[in-house]
């Protein structure tokens, strides 16, 4: 048996646990742009993407010309991300394998969604780097070694910290409220529905419940996370895990197919996904992809940014931020209401920190430092130097995180591994899918309408 | 709200029966690492009951606790 746990230790957790990781490589990654961008440079050269090509000679003759930087920027991540991993008490020598063949993969992925004919292909990478990793992982038989450096989570969260420095603090401010507003009505329909069908159909209260914050509040991680506040069976969690892996995908597909069918400005769809898709890093795939056909598919108005900015501020500040909450309410009522299970102990305030997605914060403080420094310049400036010089570096680079992200889903998506899920708790997540996605579009497109629109247009 | 965890030392995560090693409840709970991580922070410091077959909190207390040899 091995137990991480130790009350006196809390400031352990700074080094243990990959949320405070994000926030370090996040926050350090943009504390060097920050520096090279006063100093009159810029990290560009390591932040290096590919770029538009039209032939295959175009796009050989663009990486042999800067294969130097992609080499210098595979070293960059695989320090920082390595050193990160012996933290987490993961083999570096694995990793370091592992991640070369993410990157490897990445870079052709990355260089397809920037052929000019993509689009038309559908071709975009969040959707590629995804269909490949599924189609490498459930037809070829990878050797175990290799899954070290398959960390979703891992990237997503890096990718939302960078993500952070991206995004204006006053947009957080002035969305924030509406996000939470229509976030909360969906969340706490979706997880009722759930949990009374559930029940209905005979379900354990603590699987109904565990089913309910998974669709409700953050997918996988709010399954495991009430799993463990109600004391749930140890079956519980993979159930709902699987049901939700199901959904996710489904919803990466489907939610930008249906927003482009209806020709859903960005920030609209951007919304209506962060409210019904059920994982975060599904979510920006999603989000990412249909923030791709502004501009390239007729009929889709709106900033290509804005799909993700609303899907991030409906999901992480609508949703994600409150699974403390819902942890410590479910842990009160499963101790004191619920059949007993032979454990005892009482969840207390504590239980909301403990469980907060700490990786918020380095979203937060990214924003709020870029958004500080952009004030010192006036608009011409901003698009001339600070752009340029440093938002564009550190979206490039959060891109790249994305992107191992979009394939590591794949590479871990090994259908045959997956939980019998049953059908009863199914059919009780399927009634939650059907309530959320009918009311999370009526949310975005008729109530909330005008202040979507209006995000993707700043 | 009153914080009543009982004796520490009677709390789960110092029973012998509870295992929350991060790497173990990726192993165990197939399909956590697709969209989550053993690594989190929502995952606290829960872990797995091998005597009551549970997931829970490490810090639940149970009758059938036994210390950590």
């Given at each position: 048996?091995?137990?991480?746990f ?23 990654l ?7 961008f ?19 000679s175009?796009l050989w ?6 294969a ?9 991540w ?18 370091l394998g ?22 038309y ?15 490498i ?18 990237y997503?969260k ?5 993500l ?13 409220p ?18 009374f ?10 699987l ?27 079956e519980?969690a993979?159930i ?7 959904w ?7 939610l930008?197919l249906i ?14 996904i962060g409210?019904?898709?059920?994982a ?9 992809t ?47 209401r619920?059949?007993?299970?032979g ?9 909301i920190?403990r469980r907060f997605?700490?990786?918020v ?14 004030r ?8 001339s ?9 550190i ?18 998506t090994?259908?045959s591994?997956?939980?019998k ?14 309530v959320n996605?009918?009311?999370g579009y009526?949310?975005s497109?008729?109530?909330f309408?005008?202040?979507?629109v ?5 | 709200?009153?914080?009543?965890y ?5 709390q789960?995560a110092?029973c ?7 790497a ?23 872990g ?6 549970r997931?829970?909190?490490g ?11």
């Amino acid at each position: 048996m091995s137990s991480t746990f130790s009350n006196s230790s809390q400031w352990g957790e700074l080094f243990k646990k990959e949320d405070w990781w994000s926030i370090w490589i996040g926050l350090g990654l943009l504390l060097c742009a920050i520096l090279f961008f006063f100093a009159g440079s810029s990290i560009g050269w390591i932040a290096v993407v590919p770029s538009k090509w039209h032939t295959l000679s175009d796009l050989w003759d663009q990486l042999v010309k800067n294969a130097p930087r992609y080499v210098g920027q595979f070293i960059l991540w695989t320090t920082i991300l390595g050193f990160a991993i012996r933290f987490l008490k993961i083999s570096f020598k694995e990793f370091l394998g592992s991640f070369l063949f993410i990157y490897l993969i990445s870079i052709i992925v990355f260089a397809l969604g920037q052929w000019d004919k993509a689009s038309y292909y559908n071709l975009e990478p969040p959707l590629v780097a995804l269909a490949l990793g599924l189609v490498i992982a459930n037809l070829i038989h990878l050797p175990k070694w290799l899954e070290s450096g398959f960390r979703v989570e891992f990237y997503i969260k890096i990718g939302i910290v960078l993500l952070g420095a991206t995004l204006p603090f006053t947009l957080i401010i002035w969305a924030g409220p509406v996000a939470i507003l229509q976030a909360s009505i969906v969340s706490l329909s979706t997880f009722f529905v759930i949990y009374f069908v559930g029940k209905r159909l005979g379900l354990d209260r603590r699987l109904a419940a565990v089913l309910g914050a998974g669709g409700a509040v953050c997918g996988v991680s709010g399954s495991i996370a009430i799993a463990g506040a109600v004391g749930a069976k140890k079956e519980h969690a993979p159930i709902s895990i699987s049901i939700v892996i199901f959904w996710a995908i489904v919803m990466i597909f489907a939610l930008p197919l249906i927003s482009k069918a209806l020709g859903l400005p960005t920030g609209v769809a951007g919304a209506w996904i962060g409210t019904s898709e059920f994982a975060d890093a599904a979510g920006f795939a999603a989000a990412q992809t249909y923030g791709a056909y502004a501009g390239q598919v007729s009929g889709i108005e709106g900033n290509p940014e804005a799909a993700v900015n609303a899907f991030t501020l409906m999901k992480i500040i609508g949703r994600d931020l409150w699974i403390g909450i819902w942890a410590l309410v479910l842990s009160v009522v499963a101790t004191t209401r619920w059949e007993e299970t032979g454990i005892t102990g009482q969840a207390n305030y504590g239980e909301i920190w403990r469980r907060f997605p700490k990786f918020v914060f380095g979203f937060l403080v990214a924003s709020l430092a870029v958004t500080a420094i952009s004030r010192g310049y006036n608009f011409a400036a901003y698009k001339s130097n600070v752009v340029p010089h440093l938002v564009d570096p550190i979206k490039n680079l959060r891109s790249w995180a994305f992107i191992f992200c979009f394939f590591s889903i794949g590479l871990t998506t090994r259908l045959s591994d997956f939980a019998k899920a049953g059908a009863k708790p199914f059919y009780a997540f399927t009634a939650g899918v059907v309530v959320n996605v009918i009311l999370g579009y009526f949310l975005s497109t008729q109530v909330f309408v005008d202040f979507w629109v209006k995000l993707g247009q700043q | 709200m009153k914080v009543n965890y009982g004796v520490k030392t009677r709390q789960c995560a110092n029973c012998r029966f509870f295992n929350n090693n991060p790497a173990d409840l990726e192993r165990s709970m197939v399909g956590l690492r697709v969209f989550g991580s053993g690594h989190s922070s929502v995952v606290s410091d829960d872990g797995l009951c091998e005597k009551l077959e549970r997931y829970l909190s490490g810090r639940y207390v149970c009758g059938l606790h036994e210390i950590e040899a």
